[in-house]
């Protein structure tokens, strides 16, 4: 627990996990408005590929570490950024990983646990539609950013979400808020796989297109629309665990 009730700013505090016996670092932005006195919303965010690796601290330097960091992003939140290892996706065993860093943070903080969402980007978002569909009771509200769920042709190498039709997958997501983001020009994820998915959600998913965009969709996502703060706004309704 942080020695101070009150913090001043918000700050990131590294941290590590066992999981399988390898200490894996992740990092914690705790928001300025944090008091131990009361339970804080949780936001899980899963980064690119670009970010791999072990150092602990490149998750947070590309999509919401920067808007937080700057302060183009101030939300009453606890946002989680774990790592995936180099070589590995957030779809398969550093799954593992994420939720470790989850798990750990929710012991060390006063989380409410009926707020715990998640977000993520290109290979993070394909992490965010995995773990949704992994873990259907755990979340409030899902964000994922230029994400897929089938392994778009320019990612030979890549582990997909499901080889299920999209309406098939979607029907294994929670029944929370699901808001989607993709560029329309997206040369590395076509946008067709958001798309896709906002058909098969209908109602249950918002859908925002950025015109004229590539692949980085997550900094007008993060910085430009109230993305952030609506995750933290939602809050998961009780229902019997999945």
């Not at 707020?115 to 992994?134: C, D, E, I, N, Y």
């Not at 899902?142 to 030979?156: D, I, Q």
Request: charged content about 20%; proline content about 8%; hydrophobic content about 40%.
């Amino acid at each position: 627990m942080l020695a101070a009730t009150v913090l001043m700013a918000g700050q990131f505090l590294a941290r590590s996990v066992m999981v399988g016996g390898v200490e894996r670092r992740y990092q914690v932005w705790v928001p300025g408005s944090y008091a131990a006195s009361r339970k804080t919303p949780a936001i899980l965010f899963l980064h690119g590929s670009g970010e791999r690796g072990d150092d602990g601290d490149k998750q947070t330097r590309v999509g919401l570490g920067p808007a937080l960091r700057s302060g183009k992003v101030d939300v009453a939140a606890i946002v989680v950024f774990p790592q995936c290892p180099a070589g590995e996706r957030w779809v398969g065993p550093a799954t593992k990983i994420a939720i470790a860093a989850l798990d750990a943070t929710e012991k060390e903080f006063p989380i409410d646990r009926s707020r715990v969402s998640l977000t993520g980007m290109s290979m993070g978002g394909a992490g965010a539609w995995f773990l949704a569909a992994t873990y259907p009771s755990r979340w409030s509200a899902v964000a994922p950013v230029c994400g897929y769920v089938h392994r778009p042709p320019s990612l030979p190498d890549a582990e997909e979400p499901s080889s299920e039709p999209y309406a098939t997958f979607a029907r294994q997501l929670p029944h929370v808020p699901i808001w989607i983001f993709h560029g329309s020009d997206d040369p590395v994820v076509p946008v067709g796989e958001s798309r896709n998915m906002a058909e098969a959600l209908n109602v249950r998913a918002g859908y925002t297109e950025f015109a004229h965009t590539g692949h980085n969709a997550w900094d007008p996502a993060y910085t430009t629309t109230h993305v952030v703060q609506w995750l933290v706004d939602q809050k998961r309704q009780r229902t019997p665990a999945r």
